[in-house]
């Protein structure tokens, strides 16, 4: 068996959690989880916490009007 980077584990972590979303990763809710932060391949700042949160409500209106 071969041997995962940090990185490719981690994303196959929150692949799994997404039901192997990832668009799913993208938008993970889960801000609290230890591996949130990491789900990009890379690690976000909590800098980018507003953009975030302003993505997600957009995101939430887009889902509100296809229904």
């Known amino acids: 068996m071969e ?8 994303r196959m972590k929150c692949l799994d959690c997404c039901c192997d979303n990832m668009a799913e990763v993208r938008k993970c809710p889960a801000t609290n989880c230890p591996l949130w932060r990491y789900r990009m391949g890379r690690e976000e700042n909590d ?13 939430e209106i887009e889902d509100e009007e296809l229904e």
């Open 3 to 10: 041997r995962l980077s940090r990185t490719k584990a981690i």
């Open 47 to 59: 800098e980018l916490k507003p953009i975030r949160e302003k993505r997600q409500k957009s995101d």
